[in-house]
């Protein structure tokens, strides 16, 4: 196993690729979830309500998820090495800006600008990896940055505890800083390596920005439509919420109508719907989506049934989802390696019946066992998504080959959108579980309604992952796919 992933560093290029795309996972991980750490200490330095310092979080997510497919497709027209460079550059410096902000005006803005780096970063790095690796490596290859993303995730869990309880929360956005002068000193050599690779025909694409403006508006508001911005309690049900949510959605499903009609109607589309006629890279995608799904379930459903259903603080979370960051330092190097040496048909289907397995015995068992015993139950989870995310993310690559661009901006939007779904349908219906007037119920009455809540939120998202199981029995791997029908589109720059 050590040694066939020797087999990636073999020359120059292929070792400064991997070691570029870890630094920079490293860092938009830093710069993304344990971010959310610092909500508390923002909202009393700024004296601002805790619900208004968390947009310094929410306008990252909004930007990276809405954004991310641009990216890439700034990235066919100029060059995916240099778009992605860009990124590191813009990220690190609006972090830094972000740490020296006078009032939280100025944090929002900067935050804003980290997210649109963080899409600038990730939308292109998919393309990089699958320029320089062939498909029989991608799994490997891919675990590399995914490995070194839960590195980012571990350090920032310790690291910005610390800062925190002793320093300031301003240190934690200055994290970026070390981590970005490695990102650039390590990737810089990727520009060096890619730019040359521009072809006349990537420099003859042209970019419909109509097009682009509605699809990061239409995808803006989706992301918008699941987080709670309404006055009240955070839940989908009450008068505030509905007030909100409803309308919101609506809009959303408007703006997606009306962004599918002017794309089938122009003759210069920013996304060309004949790419999803290839059966397997739109299957790819629905795993995908699907997988992510379950991951941001598992954030938002763990801390309630924690904290709310068994009455344990805040640091029990942590403790809870501890394993899962652990078994992601390695389980992913051996998904890579088992995928790229048997490309074994039912791996990512295993995994995700595993994900499907850890919900189902959390949900039935939450209200039996002691804290401690949640992470047991979770770990067929733990498991799968350590397992599936490095051969999906070869496997939407290798499904299309006439656009590396096209597959790396999908990869990232159903990844950003899955999260978005994850949450939206985990809280929706633990919301609707809940009774109406819970919060003045004896708090053991309240707690066995929370885990009542939790087991049926948990059914909903096992019924969705193996569904995202179910079609991966179905998807043809590398080695074993029928060459593409789809025909690439004119002045494709991925030629």
């Known amino acids: 196993m050590i040694s066939t992933f020797r087999e990636l560093g073999t020359n120059v290029e292929r070792r400064e690729t991997l070691i570029g795309l870890a630094s920079s996972q490293m860092l938009v991980q830093l710069s993304s979830m344990p971010i959310a750490m610092t909500i508390p200490s923002v909202a009393r330095d700024f004296d601002v309500e805790v619900s208004k310092a968390a947009w310094m979080v929410i306008i990252r997510l909004l930007m990276l998820g809405s954004t991310v497919f641009l990216a890439a497709r700034l990235g066919e027209r100029y060059g995916h090495a240099r778009v992605y460079f860009a990124g590191i550059i813009v990220l690190s410096i609006a972090s830094v800006l972000a740490a020296t902000s006078f009032d939280f005006n100025q944090l929002i803005l900067w935050s804003g600008l980290v997210g649109v780096g963080g899409a600038l970063i990730t939308a292109n790095s998919n393309a990089i990896l699958a320029m320089v690796f062939d498909e029989k490596e991608r799994g490997r290859a891919f675990s590399v940055p995914v490995v070194s993303a839960r590195l980012g995730s571990l350090i920032g869990l310790v690291l910005f505890g610390i800062f925190l309880q002793f320093l300031n929360w301003r240190f934690v956005f200055l994290t970026s800083l070390p981590i970005g002068l490695l990102a650039v000193k390590y990737s810089y050599p990727l520009l060096k390596h890619h730019s040359a690779q521009i072809t006349e025909a990537a420099r003859n694409i ?68 004949r790419y999803f006629k290839h059966k397997y890279f739109s299957t790819a995608l629905y795993t995908n989506a699907t997988f992510h799904l379950s991951m941001l379930a598992v954030v938002t459903l763990i801390p309630i049934v924690v904290e709310n259903g068994l009455g344990k603080a805040p640091i029990f979370v942590t403790l809870v989802l501890l394993p899962n960051q652990l078994l992601g330092l390695f389980l992913p190097t051996f998904a890579g390696w088992w995928y790229d040496r048997y490309n074994p048909r039912w791996l990512r289907p295993a995994a995700m019946m595993g994900i499907a397995l850890g919900f189902l015995l959390v949900g039935a068992f939450a209200s039996e066992v002691r804290w401690w015993g949640i992470p047991l139950l979770l770990l067929p989870t733990y498991i799968g998504s350590n397992l599936f995310n490095t051969a999906n993310n070869a496997v939407v690559m290798n499904t299309l080959p006439e656009s590396r661009t096209f597959a790396s901006g999908m990869l990232e939007t159903t990844r950003q959108m899955g999260h978005t779904l994850g949450t939206t349908i985990s809280a929706t219906i633990l919301g609707l579980a809940l009774p109406f007037a819970i919060e003045l119920l004896p708090v053991p009455e309240a707690q066995l309604a929370y885990r009542d ?40 720059g991925d030629d």
């Open 206 to 273: 042209s970019i419909n920005y109509i097009g682009a403006i509605l699809m990061v508006v239409t995808l803006g508001t989706f992301v918008l439509s699941g987080l709670h911005l309404h006055g009240g309690e955070e839940t989908f049900t009450s008068a505030d919420a509905i007030s909100y949510h409803v309308p919101m959605h609506l809009l959303f499903l408007v703006l997606l109508g009306l962004f599918i009609v002017v794309q089938y109607r122009t003759d210069d589309p920013f996304v060309d719907f």
């Open 453 to 492: 809540g939790f087991r049926f939120s948990a059914l909903a998202v096992v019924l969705i992952i193996m569904s995202g199981s179910f079609v991966a029995v179905f998807q043809r791997t590398s080695t074993d796919k029928q060459p593409s029908r789809v025909v690439a589109p004119q002045g494709s």
